[in-house]
């Protein structure tokens, strides 16, 4: 099946590319009725982000120029009720295919099958070309939606398979979201007979303001074994909650997001906060900056602190360069003992890091 979406997505780019082509060089009134009708329901989206690190951790400079992704999507809109939206990363996998069904005259209640992000914090279901920081997440939702630092989940994108209800009311102050998941992660069946269950709720009271609580029940299979969970073994099922509450708020003086997050990953508890925010300083130009806290493991006390500061420069729509700094107060190191055998342990130790990124984004829809 995966097959026949990345075929059926590769002939929707080939049939809007070539008759956008036609429609800039010829005019529309030129086009078949059915090329009218493709390039009026289709809609291409694209970006790449790209840049240069250098780190420094336990003594080591570690500097390397890094593609970290390349991502197009395609969304269909077949009728007025129903869509279909397929995305890959060329830097990766398919990370995206679902479709979407309204089932109610307005935007009170859709449903979505297939694979997305889950709706888990604040910040996953949000767009990397939206985020502040160059590495995106905040340590919190990067290590509990299963965005890749969590060895027992593995390198999920905060995607999953499953079904979506959604919605919003009271003129679009009000949204919800529940959500039927796998718990597996992208392109994989689930790994135990149990699904994972996850809630939304947002409220907008005033404008630029929104107000966002999430949860998940559920069950995780490990795909590996975990420094900052030794007890859960590659293959065990194991209870996975988690919970958050936060904020977001947008103005023309600033622009800011903050969260807590709690997880539960058998009996270890897992926690943290962060707040992250912009401030313009002229045209295009805005100031950085994020405090994030993240304990991975209560019990063993394996906190870390992250600070980030920066600027980046708005040069066209969504394109922009960023320049940062990044501190962080814990990482893994790796050894290899007298025995020759190599291991891993969480350190508390400084960890500097200078980011410097390109992004670059584009859009297509037709005009109507």
């Known amino acids: 099946m995966g097959k026949q979406l990345y075929r059926f997505a590769v002939l929707v780019v080939a ?11 010829q005019g529309s009134d030129k086009l078949p009725d059915w090329a009218k009708d493709v390039t009026e329901r ?3 989206h694209g970006y790449a982000q790209g ?3 250098y780190t420094h951790k336990a003594g080591e400079d570690t500097p390397t120029f890094e593609l970290k992704r390349v991502i197009f999507w395609a969304n269909a ?6 869509s279909f939206l397929f995305m890959h990363d060329f830097s990766s996998v398919v990370q995206e295919f679902y479709t979407d069904f ?14 997305f992000k889950n709706a888990l914090s604040l910040e996953n279901p949000l767009s990397p070309t939206a985020m502040e920081a160059i590495d995106v997440y905040s340590e919190s939702v990067t290590f509990l939606t299963g965005c890749g630092s969590d060895p027992l989940m593995g390198v999920q994108y905060g995607r999953d398979l499953g079904l979506s209800v959604f919605g919003e009311t009271n003129d679009g102050k009000l949204r919800y979201e529940l959500q039927v998941m796998n718990g597996q992660g992208i392109n994989k069946k689930d790994g135990n007979k149990e699904k994972d269950f996850i809630g939304r709720l947002e409220y907008r009271p005033v404008k630029g303001l929104n107000l966002v609580a999430t949860g998940q029940i559920g069950r995780g ?10 007890d859960i073994k590659e293959g065990d099922n194991y209870k996975r909650n988690r919970w958050s509450a936060g904020f977001e708020y947008k103005s023309p003086a600033v622009n800011m997001h903050g969260e807590y997050m709690e997880g539960k990953d058998g009996d270890v508890t897992s926690r943290g906060a ?17 405090y994030d806290f993240f ?4 019990t063993l006390g394996m906190d870390q602190h992250k600070v980030i500061a920066g600027l980046q420069y708005w040069f066209y729509k969504k394109c922009r360069v960023q320049l940062q700094y990044v501190y962080k107060s814990a990482y893994i190191r790796g050894f290899t003992d007298g025995l020759g055998v190599s291991h891993k342990e969480f350190t508390h130790g400084a960890n500097h890091a200078i980011m410097a990124q390109m992004q670059i984004r584009l859009d297509y829809a037709k005009k109507k």
């Open 51 to 53: 840049g240069f690190n």
């Open 42 to 44: 289709v809609q291409l």
């Open 221 to 230: 299979h490990a795909i590996a074994n975990s420094l900052y969970n030794p």
């Open 102 to 115: 309204r089932v109610s005259n307005n935007k009170a209640l859709t449903v979505r099958l297939g694979q």
């Open 77 to 82: 809109q077949i009728t007025d009720r129903w």
């Open 295 to 298: 304990n991975f493991n209560t």
């Open 15 to 25: 049939l809007v590319t070539l008759n956008g082509t036609a429609v800039m060089g």
């Open 274 to 290: 962060y707040l992250t925010g912009s401030v313009p300083l002229g045209k295009g130009v805005e100031l950085v900056g994020s």
